[in-house]
């Protein structure tokens, strides 16, 4: 096997070890759309990298952080509903983001990659910032995973139980963000969502309990990671979406499965 | 605060976006002791419940709780995810890992059946008495109820109360609870404060049953022909509504 698909192979699989867990609490507190603001507003983080000259992917971070934050202060204050504010976030950045980009004649971004990222480009030092950020943020999870299992249940009874919800859930939007910086390079804008959501959706029905459901997720995703790069392999399609199209028909067939 | 008491609410007022839904509002619970809140819909019930929980800080007035209180809370509605796997067991360990106790308050609520399983699949009134399971797991020196029994019928619903009740004389806690009906939750009280955004009158619920503000919000009409609709049973009904231990029907008289 060559090496840019090992590479390739072990970055995917580092990627699901946490967006699987962190992926059935996007499903169940209901945010996929926060996940697709990020990813949206990801663009402008590489405008301003550009701009500033700085690492691209701590500018991507840097934006995905200072978006949950700014979600969280206009929830407080605007009084507009969340998909509201989540859609003038998403948007306002994607376009900011590409206005900034024009002022760089220079500089032709690769919207393509961008886009639908290029997991089959990743270097070995890439690798190694996936696996060292996975474990990272999957030990983080877990700290807050009974406190965030509680609020996601049920909000208020988390705060009457003595759950700082507001910190609580800060903790997991940052978490969100710091994947969705990390993914955008390997499957890109329009497919980091899907990889949270569709194998944490596929996993619901096999899965008896919260824990499983996360550890199901992973697998799931691990095997739409290795379906997808075998097939872009044998078929010569595009990695990401093809990693995406494995998730896709995964939780098809799993929608066969009779729910026990 | 005198040493009895576990609440203390001193003029009360909550404004939101320009909407006044409570204002003026005293309020005081001892330990022990059953404090009953009624009010037509709109009234603001929800709101000083969230009020006393600290869910919700007050724009006028102050809220005092006893140090150390130890809360449960049972919520009016329980919209969980619909597709996080979560059994009752599951559900009520998220208040306290410890299974010999979670057991217990099962039993005594009635649900001990239920642990295994989905949430998600209980009727309103299973969630009504694990949710009520649940509130008492952290052993609670109060607890509040908005709107325990909503969704049970009415013989389940004088049953609950009872057990309201018995769960007081036997660990001692207060208890604030939600009703939208004096009639029923009567025995079950010691206290009762009647709101419309204002507090309308307060005291025991015989004396709020005959109060011109109580009759003037739940209407004369009402209390007539409930009183005369007394429905007896010669028989008994568990938790779940089914018929224990009986050989009739019923009598109206």
Redesign the interface.
Same mark, same amino acid.
């Not at chain 2, 329980?78 to 995810?81: A, F, M, Q, R």
């Given at each position: 096997m060559d090496d840019f698909l090992l590479r390739a192979l072990a970055a995917g699989l580092g990627l699901t070890l946490i967006s699987g867990p962190l992926g059935v609490f996007v499903v169940w507190l209901r945010m996929a759309y926060f996940g697709d603001t990020l990813a949206h507003s990801a663009l402008l983080g590489i405008a301003l990298g550009l701009l500033l000259e700085v690492d691209l992917q701590l500018s991507v971070l840097v934006l995905a952080v200072l978006i949950a934050v700014a979600l969280l202060g206009l929830q407080r204050r605007s009084g507009l509903a969340t998909d509201t504010l989540l859609g003038i976030l998403a948007h306002g950045a994607l376009a900011i983001g590409l206005v900034a980009i024009s002022f760089r004649d220079d500089v032709r971004v690769d919207l393509l990659a961008y886009l639908f990222g290029d997991i089959l480009a990743v270097g070995t030092r890439d690798v190694l910032w996936i696996w060292g950020g996975a474990l990272l943020s999957l030990s983080a999870l877990m700290r807050i995973w009974r406190p965030l299992l509680n609020l996601s249940v049920h909000a208020e009874l988390a705060a009457v139980d003595g759950v700082r919800v507001a910190r609580i859930k800060l903790a997991f939007m940052l978490l969100v963000a710091l994947v969705i910086a990390v993914a955008m390079k390997l499957v890109g804008v329009l497919l980091i969502t899907a990889l949270l959501i569709i194998p944490a959706a596929a996993a619901q029905r096999f899965s008896r309990s919260p824990e499983q459901m996360a550890l199901f997720a992973t697998l799931i995703g691990a095997a739409a990671v290795v379906a997808g790069l075998l097939a872009s392999l044998w078929l010569d399609t595009p990695a990401g979406p093809s990693i995406v199209t494995a998730a896709t028909l995964l939780f098809l067939l799993g929608q066969l499965h009779r729910r026990h | 605060m005198k040493p009895d008491q576990l609440l203390v609410g001193r003029k009360l007022g909550v404004t939101v *976006?320009g909407r006044q839904l409570l204002r003026n509002i005293d309020l005081q619970l001892n330990r022990r002791q059953i404090l009953t809140i009624i009010g037509p819909n709109g009234a603001g019930k929800t709101t000083l419940v $969230?009020l006393a !929980?600290g !869910?919700l800080q007050p724009t006028e007035g102050t809220v005092t709780r006893a140090s150390g209180l130890k %809360? *449960?809370?049972m &919520?009016q509605r /329980? @919209? /969980? &995810?619909e @597709?996080? &796997? /979560?059994?009752v067991r $599951?559900?009520m360990m /998220?208040?306290s890992p410890d299974p010999v106790r979670l057991e217990a308050d099962a039993r005594e609520v009635g649900v001990a059946h239920l642990l295994q399983r989905p949430m998600q699949g209980l009727s309103g009134g299973e969630t009504q008495r694990v949710l009520l399971a649940?509130a008492l797991l *952290?052993e609670p020196d109060l607890l %509040?109820l908005d709107e325990p029994v909503q969704g049970i019928d009415v013989n389940g619903q004088s049953e609950l109360y009872r057990l309201i009740v018995r769960l007081r004389d036997q660990r001692g806690c207060a208890v604030m609870m939600v009703s939208h009906d004096l009639h029923l939750v009567m025995a079950a009280t010691d206290e009762v404060l009647c709101i419309n955004q204002h507090l309308c009158c307060s005291g025991h619920p015989d004396a709020v049953s005959q109060h011109p503000a109580y009759l003037d919000l739940f209407g004369a009409i009402d209390a007539k022909t409930l009183a005369v609709y007394t429905h007896h049973h010669d028989h008994k009904h568990n938790l779940h509504g089914d018929v224990v231990g009986n050989d009739g029907g019923h009598h109206h008289g």
């Open positions: - | *976006g $969230r !929980l !869910l %809360v *449960g809370y &919520p /329980l @919209n /969980l &995810p @597709n996080m &796997p /979560l059994t $599951r559900f /998220l208040t649940r *952290g %509040v």
